[in-house]
Structure formats: C-alpha cells, structure tokens
C-alpha cells in the first residue's frame, strides 16, 4: 500500500498535469479565433471595397502560415523554453492584429496591413501556439494520449465557433479594426496567463525524441499511411465542407436549412474531434479512422442517392462529424504509436497534408461545380476518396499491429 508522501506526490503531480493541460486548452481555443474569419468577409469588404477574391486571399495566406507555424514550433523546442514559446508565437499574433486593426477605407493599401497581420502573422502565431499547446497536453496527460489529443483538438475547433458569435455580436456594437485591436490585447494577456500557469506546473517540452529507443520495430514506417489517410480524409471532408452553403442551395435549401447545414458542420466537426480522441484511447485510432472514412462515404453516398435539401444538410453534418474524427484519430495514433516526445515533429510533418487538402479540395469542388453545373461530379470524387482512405486505414491497422507483434528492437 502506497504511502502519504507518495499519495501526496501523485495528486501533486495529477493537479499540476491538468493546470498545466486546461491552461493550454484556454490558450488553443482563444487561437481557434482565427477560423472565424468568415464574419468579417463582408463588413471588410465594404469597408475597403475589395472584392471577394481580395478578401479571401487574406484566409489563404492565413492557412498557408498557420501550416507553416505547426511545422516550424517542434524546431524551436532547443532555442526557448515551453511557457516562453507559448508567449513568443502568441505575441506574434498579437503584432498581427493589432497591425491588421489599422486598415482604413482612406488608404486602398492598408489592405496590405490584412494581409501581413491577420493572414500571415496571426496565422503563423496560431499554428505556433497550436503545435507547442499539443505537445504539451500530450505530456501533460501522457498516460491519455487520446484523450490528450481529443481535448486539445477539439478545443481549437470549438473556439472557432465560440468567437464567430462573439465577433458576429461584436459587429453590432463596434467596428472590425476595434474588435481587431481590443480581441488583440485579450490575446496578449491570455498568451501571458497561460506561459505563467505552465511555467508553474513544471511542464517542459522534449529536447530530443526520446521515445525513438523504445519504439516497436518498424513503426515509424506507418508515418506514410497516417499521411495519406490524413490527406484523403481532409480532402473528402473539405470538399464538402468547403462549399457547405452551396451544396444546400444547389439542392433547393432555403435560407433556414443553409444556416442548420453550416451550424451540423461545426458542431459535428467539434463533437467529432474529442470523441476520436476519447475512442482512440479504447480502440486502435486505425479502426477509429475506418470509421471516420466509413461516415464520410455514407454522406456523399446518402446525397448521391437521394439528392435533395435535407439531404444535403444530413449529408454536411456526416462530414463534419467524420472530418471532426479524421483530425482527432490520425494526430493520436502519432502520440500512441510513434512516442509523445516525438509527437510535435511529426505532427508538424502530418499538417502538411491538411495544407495540401485545404488548398485544393475547395477549388476542385468549384472547379467540378463549373463544369458540370453540377455538385453530383464532386460527390463522386469525395466518395472515391473516402473509399481510398478506408483502404488505406485497414492497411494502417494491419501495419501497427505487425511492427507491435515483432516487439522493441534490439
């Protein structure tokens, strides 16, 4: 029977876990804030009279430079410090905003000032921020990684739908540039708070990949398939998702039913993210993946087969959910299968395929819309997708249990 002092240390250490791990989740959704872009589209665009295509180049530079910042934070892990890193990638963001609240109708250029500080250094603070936050929450919650990564990705989907209604309430009482400069200073004193609360819980991010030495023989080796089953997953799902309006309008919605589609994705995608996490613990995140694949085929299928507006919103809200599945299964079988100090590393590498699927779904599904005057094309190719991604996600099942079977190198 354990004894007091090592009762004592064990609650110590679970209370320090989950400060340091809900302090980040504080920090992760504040950054989701980023994808709620969408309710400054139109207020931006009457206010610098810039067309469509100028405002949304503003949201690309900020998914290419979100990309970027998941990808180059694992690389910052030997020059600072975790809660100071934490407080330099949301600096960074800070910059941005507050750059960004100083576009002005009276000068054509200060588009400009959106494009650097909103899309390019908001956006990389926030890919930043997201990947240090994992890495820890993963360290934080070691013997949880699913969990881990539910939480922590789930968080930052749901922050971006918290802040799409406080910013679309926000819109009636001040302008863009305010909420820019005010939601600005919020985010400093958050990025702050939480480097603090880290620091105190005595969390620190991995200098090297410790967990190489104890990784069964062969695992790296499944990285390729969490790669390609990531990619085909987050380009069925963002075929969809990308055009979530559309596809209900094309199929004769009305206003009502646009808003129930939009809304499913979000809280399907939102819903979808902790449970893969929280599944990923109990099963193989494998099986959890074939399950996502499986969802998103039933939704393309369901509209190819009985097209119509309801069908569409039910077929949106599948997507969502098997998108919210994908995004939480494959990051946790990284931290599961490859090692947790390895975790950020490769997680970097994995948000790469998201980058590729996120920048051409949305055009493929438009550019299949243009030339057929018709969405039936593009279901053909999401359901072609997700059928590839099932495949693909049997063959990573099959493939961990093989290198787990041989046992740890020697």
């Not at 302008?175 to 702050?192: A, C, D, K, S, W």
């Not at 979530?244 to 004769?252: D, S």
């Amino acid at each position: 029977m354990p004894d007091k002092d090592t009762m004592s240390k064990a609650h110590n250490f679970s209370r320090q876990a989950w400060m340091c791990a809900l302090s980040t989740l504080l920090l992760n959704s504040s950054m989701g804030s980023l994808y709620a872009w969408s309710v400054f589209v139109s207020p931006l665009e009457r206010e610098l009279m810039v067309g469509r295509t100028g405002i949304s180049f503003v949201f690309s530079v900020a998914v290419v430079a979100f990309t970027g910042g998941v990808a180059v934070a694992p690389y910052c892990y030997q020059l600072m410090r975790g809660p100071l890193l934490l407080v330099t990638f949301s600096l960074c963001s800070v910059i941005g905003l507050i750059l960004a609240s100083f576009i002005s109708s009276l000068n054509p250029s200060s588009w400009w000032f959106l494009v650097v500080g909103y899309g390019a250094l908001f956006g990389f603070g926030a890919g930043g921020t997201y990947s240090v936050s994992l890495q820890l929450i993963n360290i934080a919650l070691e013997k949880k990684k699913g969990l881990a990564n539910g939480l922590g990705i789930g968080s930052f989907a749901a922050g971006s739908v918290i802040f799409s209604l406080v910013f679309s309430w926000a819109l009636t009482y001040i302008t863009v540039q305010e909420i820019f400069f005010i939601f600005g200073f919020v985010l400093l004193g958050v990025g702050i708070t939480v480097g603090s609360l880290v620091w105190v819980s005595g969390f620190e991010l991995p200098k090297a990949s410790a967990d190489q030495k104890a990784m069964p023989q062969g695992t790296p080796t499944i990285f390729p398939l969490l790669w390609l089953g990531f990619c085909c997953g987050a380009f069925a799902g963002l075929m969809a998702i990308g055009h979530a309006a559309n596809f209900i309008e094309a199929y004769g919605g009305t206003a009502l039913m646009i808003t129930l589609g939009v809304v499913s994705v979000s809280i399907g995608n939102a819903i979808g993210r902790l449970t893969a996490g929280i599944l990923s613990d109990v099963w193989s995140p494998a099986y959890v993946a074939v399950l996502a694949h499986l969802i998103s085929l039933a939704g393309f299928i369901l509209l190819l087969i009985a097209p119509g507006p309801w069908a569409a919103v039910i077929s949106l809200g599948m997507q969502g959910l098997a998108y919210g599945f994908i995004a939480g299964a494959y990051p946790s079988a990284i931290a599961i299968y490859i090692g947790v100090s390895s975790y950020g590393r490769y997680f970097g590498r994995l948000i790469l395929a998201w980058g590729v699927a996120g920048l051409t779904a949305p055009w493929v599904t438009g550019w299949f819309y243009d030339n057929f005057d018709s969405y039936r094309e593009a279901l053909f190719a999401g359901t072609a997708f997700s059928v590839v991604g099932i495949l693909i996600a049997f063959k990573l099942f099959y493939s961990i249990r093989a290198s787990t079977t041989e046992g740890p190198s020697t």
